[in-house]
């Protein structure tokens, strides 16, 4: 199906491995299903290799520009403004937040539709006078859950004529093939994402010390990139553990939906997260989810799912809920994988899609 838009561009420059990176390039499409769609973004990155040798989205129309800061780059700023003059583009969907300055100057000028979304929790406001004229002709700004939207309020600069909408993220991509894996010889616990400080995989590690104390044989994988600044202390954590030979830190996989599926667990006591893709990816799947009870966490509590959420911080909370859902697998198995078919309303494609092009010229 195509919808008459104007041409339209999704901007995601990071360079770094991670969730923010992968939902805007399923997000870019997931628009191009409807759409005329340049996906433009930093050369010989995680999202180039991406674009280029994932299957998924062999069929997406990208750019690339290359630049050595975003702080008033040339590279960004006459970079993209060529690509935009290059595709008559008037709408322009930005996931991001360092590149806002060399944006501005980018398009000054020119008549842009512009969109910034959400992803990631901010701490310090930006309501100065330069962060002020740099978000000035933003006509919409996008948080991708009610907790967001309160971050972004708080710390981002409105413009006259700025508005603020919550779109929920989707599941853009095929849910794996694989059938769920069987009541096997041992428990097996997934953890994804970065491996660092600050995203809860220490917590995940010293929540499974209740299983072990109680024989339950369990295997713990973990998959994400990991930060060489963080090695030492992950080492030390594993050194002061008897179950370190049960722990996997796996590294980066393009095969997490595979994953969902090979595991019993999703474990993610995440501190502060702006959304949570894995927890929607994780709960599409039918895994049983146990997270702590914060930020944008909760939301997916609000929204009906069989999860289990335990008060914020608490790690003997956290074990406990652990043993629990250990010693009676079978029946939160079938209640997980019940949770299966109201995703498939909830995180929708066209759903969110469709609350995006309502947003465009």
């Not at 949770?339 to 010229?361: G, Q, S, T």
């Amino acid at each position: 199906m195509s919808i008459s838009k104007h041409p339209t561009a999704v901007i995601c420059l990071s360079h770094y491995t991670g969730g923010m990176e992968l939902a805007a390039t399923k997000l870019a499409k997931v628009l191009s299903n409807y759409i005329d769609i340049t996906y433009i973004i930093k050369k010989d990155t995680f999202i180039h290799q991406e674009c280029q040798n994932n299957p998924d989205y062999q069929t997406l129309q990208y750019e690339t520009i290359d630049f050595s800061t975003t702080l008033l780059s040339p590279g960004i700023i006459f970079g993209v403004r060529d690509i935009i003059k290059k595709y008559n583009i008037k709408n322009v969907i930005f996931v991001g937040a360092s590149e806002m300055k060399s944006l501005y100057f980018a398009f000054l000028g020119l008549d842009i539709n512009l969109i910034v979304r959400h992803g990631t929790i901010k701490s310090h406001p930006k309501k100065d006078w330069f962060h002020r004229l740099v978000y000035s002709n933003v006509a919409t700004h996008i948080a991708i859950s009610k907790y967001m939207a309160t971050n972004v309020k708080k710390i981002i600069p409105f413009g006259d004529n700025s508005q603020l909408k919550v779109i929920v993220p989707s599941l853009a991509n095929k849910l794996s093939q694989l059938a769920p894996t069987q009541n096997a010889d041992k428990l097996r616990i997934l953890h994804a994402g970065r491996v660092t400080s600050g995203k809860g995989i220490d917590k995940a590690i010293l929540a499974c010390e209740i299983l072990e104390k109680e024989h339950i044989d369990f295997s713990f994988d973990n998959f994400g990139p990991a930060d060489k600044k963080y090695e030492a202390q992950l080492q030390q954590l594993l050194g002061s553990i008897s179950y370190k030979e049960k722990i996997h830190i796996n590294g980066f996989t393009d095969k997490i939906y595979d994953e969902y599926m090979k595991h019993d667990i999703f474990l993610f006591p995440t501190p502060d997260e702006g959304y949570g893709n894995v927890m929607m990816e994780s709960i599409s799947h039918g895994i049983i989810v146990l997270a702590f009870d914060n930020t944008a966490i909760s939301n997916f509590g609000e929204m009906g799912f069989h999860i289990h959420l335990v008060e914020d911080k608490n790690l003997k909370a956290l074990k406990e809920r652990l043993l629990y859902i250990a010693q009676n697998l079978s029946d939160e198995k079938k209640k997980a994988y019940a949770n299966r078919e109201k995703a498939k309303e909830v995180f929708a494609p066209k759903r969110e899609a469709m609350e995006y092009i309502e947003l465009l010229r």
